[in-house]
């Protein structure tokens, strides 16, 4: 499908659940870092549609980790009129249709049947084949009934293996890799851009930070962790940028003009980090961040609690529900031009 006008498809991105709105807000990051051509056309319930160049597919499927898979859009429909389909224009070969329904959705609409019903017009241009098709047509029930060819499915099972029970140094405390990942993407960070997380801990965020082609650079205050996060970039055969043993309040002494910083500061209030209180840290932390960011920067920063005002534009904030009363607020802070070059 392409807009009318456009030389570019349009492309549908089924997203997980595992939040409300992190998966679509990393969607259109990772779209807009990857391509500067593109044009958000759709969203709603479990996915988005953009149109952009082809020729970016494989460089949004190879970092995004919130979205089960990205296809070549065919088209919204109503299940009791199916009657467009048939303008619908297959690739040569066989096919086969796979129907979803977004957190049990369109509960009253009969997904096998209506499997049947486009089956039945789509078969009258390329042959059915179950077992081993030349192209799999996902079918996904939600607000509509949104039909894709499946292009690209994002292999979360990868992920898996770096959490953090996988790597030969870690703490129990670790953020999982795939909301690492979103983290990042959230800052709309590019490839070769520059990465710092300064409270690194075991490694989580620059580890996927170099895996997708960023310059990771990390830092903290205990030289325990920069010695293992170093080890486990190497058990991944990643590399390190730079690195430092330093305190937050430091940084600015140290690092400069960074493209994004990501970070997953310690928090609670029994936490003490060097003998201070995490929530005084958090204060440090940010005054320190913007200083080091290069001007339009960008911050990418996990709280326990919604951030208060700050020298640096708060973009985004997305909360995340981990347990009982705990959550985790994602926040994504733009860098201010003034500030940076009046910083050292």
Do not use: W
Request: aromatic fraction near 8%; include cysteine; glycine fraction near 8%.
């Amino acid at each position: 499908m392409k807009l009318k006008g456009s030389v570019d498809p349009v492309f549908f991105f089924e997203l997980s659940g595992e939040s409300e709105d992190m998966p679509s807000a990393e969607a259109e990051r990772c779209i807009s870092a990857e391509c500067a051509r593109h044009i958000v056309t759709g969203r709603g319930p479990g996915y988005i549609t953009a149109s952009f160049p082809e020729s970016s597919l494989n460089g949004i499927a190879g970092r995004i980790a919130l979205t089960h898979s990205i296809g070549r859009y065919l088209g919204t429909y109503d299940p009791a009129d199916t009657e467009n389909i048939s303008n619908i224009q297959l690739p040569e070969g066989s096919f086969a249709i796979k129907a979803k329904r977004f957190e049990g959705m369109m509960k009253d609409v009969d997904s096998q049947k209506l499997i049947r019903d486009v089956g039945s017009i789509l078969s009258k241009k390329n042959d059915v084949d179950l077992r081993n098709p030349d192209t799999v047509v996902k079918m996904q029930l939600c607000d509509n009934v949104h039909l894709y060819i499946e292009d690209r499915t994002i292999d979360r099972n990868i992920m898996e293996k770096r959490k953090v029970g996988e790597r030969p140094f870690f703490s129990p405390i670790s953020l999982h890799p795939k909301y690492a990942r979103a983290l990042i993407n959230l800052t709309g960070a590019k490839r070769g851009d520059t990465v710092l997380d300064p409270f690194c801990g075991t490694g989580g965020i620059v580890i996927e930070a170099a895996e997708m082609g960023m310059k990771a650079i990390a830092s903290d205050f205990d030289e325990e962790m920069v010695l293992g996060c170093r080890e486990n970039m190497d058990f991944y055969d990643l590399k390190l940028h730079d690195f430092e043993v330093i305190d937050i309040k430091d940084i600015p002494h140290r690092f400069s003009k960074i493209d994004a910083v990501v970070t997953d500061p310690p928090y609670g209030r029994s936490t003490k980090i060097g003998g201070e209180d995490a929530f005084d840290v958090h204060g440090v932390a940010m005054a320190s961040i913007p200083k080091v960011l290069r001007p339009s920067g960008r911050a990418g920063i996990i709280f326990p609690y919604e951030a208060g005002p700050s020298s640096m534009k708060l973009e985004l904030m997305l909360r995340q529900h981990v347990h009982g009363s705990l959550s985790r607020y994602y926040h994504v802070f733009k860098n201010s031009d003034r500030f940076a070059k009046l910083s050292p």
